[in-house]
């Protein structure tokens, strides 16, 4: 038996004050300077999911989703004091600002999939794809704050008193044609190709001592890669070590 889930809904985002006051260089050579002359985003959004159970031990379930902008705010060349161009920490930078304009939409996809092997073995596994472009005159041009196709895979060990998880965290690449050039992309962080996809081999585990102690211990990026995530300019950890006492009083 197919389960259907269908969800029709209208959103709205008023500017915050990053949007209407802040000044700061989102780019080398390029400054954004605030316009308070902002209105509200408002969101039409449309969602449908399917699940489905197998023998009451595999589990898959998908969600399909729509979202069209009106009114987004994004950046766009400007000018200040009728210059196109001034001094920002001592680089001469383009002009920018925050505008709304007319519309976008952003669409997508997840996956989800849960089976028990076994009483004590089960394997889950979820993956998420976006997809964002603002409409304008010509072409389609990248909406900002679209991630790259991510997802996670665990295999989860329960016993007694013991628990374990073997997970890998996985993002795909991100191509410089993807990227917003004037929003909070990150362009200037990303390598000449883009942003590489990358993942990381990690494992937790806990042990239950008493009803109010517990022992927890895990160990991220195993393999010790090397990576950085969409729009950051800070590579991620290395190999690290967790280990942490809880107590219940």
């Known amino acids: 038996k197919v389960f259907t889930k269908l969800n029709v809904s209208r959103g709205f985002r008023a500017p915050n004050i990053d949007d209407l006051c802040k000044v700061f260089e989102s780019i080398p050579g390029k400054v954004i300077v605030p316009n308070p002359e902002l209105k509200p985003e408002k ?7 399917l699940s489905k159970g197998f023998n009451e031990a595999v589990k898959l379930e998908t969600t ?4 069209r902008y009106k009114n987004v705010i994004t950046s766009g060349k400007s000018q200040f004091n009728g210059m196109d161009s001034i001094m920002y920490n001592g680089t001469l930078s383009e002009v920018l600002s925050n505008f709304n304009k007319t519309t976008a939409y952003i669409y997508g996809t997840s996956w ?3 089976a028990d092997i076994s009483s004590v073995i089960s394997i889950s596994s979820a993956l998420n794809f976006t997809y964002g472009r603002l409409k304008t005159d010509s072409a389609d041009s990248p909406l900002d704050h679209i ?5 996670k895979t665990s295999f989860n060990l329960k016993l ?3 628990r374990g998880e073997l997970f890998v965290l996985f993002n795909g690449a991100k191509k410089l044609k993807d990227y917003n050039l004037y929003g909070e992309d990150n362009f200037a962080y990303a390598t000449p190709v883009g ?4 993942h990381t081999l990690n494992t937790r585990t806990s042990l239950q001592f008493t009803k109010n102690i517990q022992l927890q211990l895990a160990c991220e990026n195993i393999l010790d890669r090397h990576y950085r995530v969409f729009a950051s300019g800070i590579s991620g950890m290395g190999r690290n070590f967790v280990i942490t006492l809880r107590g219940n009083i």
């Open 160 to 162: 007694n008193k013991f």
């Open 147 to 151: 991630p790259p196709v991510f997802g």
């Open 43 to 49: 969101t039409y959004n449309g969602e449908i999911s």
């Open 64 to 67: 399909g989703y729509f979202t």
């Open 195 to 198: 942003m590489p996809s990358w």
């Open 112 to 114: 989800n999939f849960i």
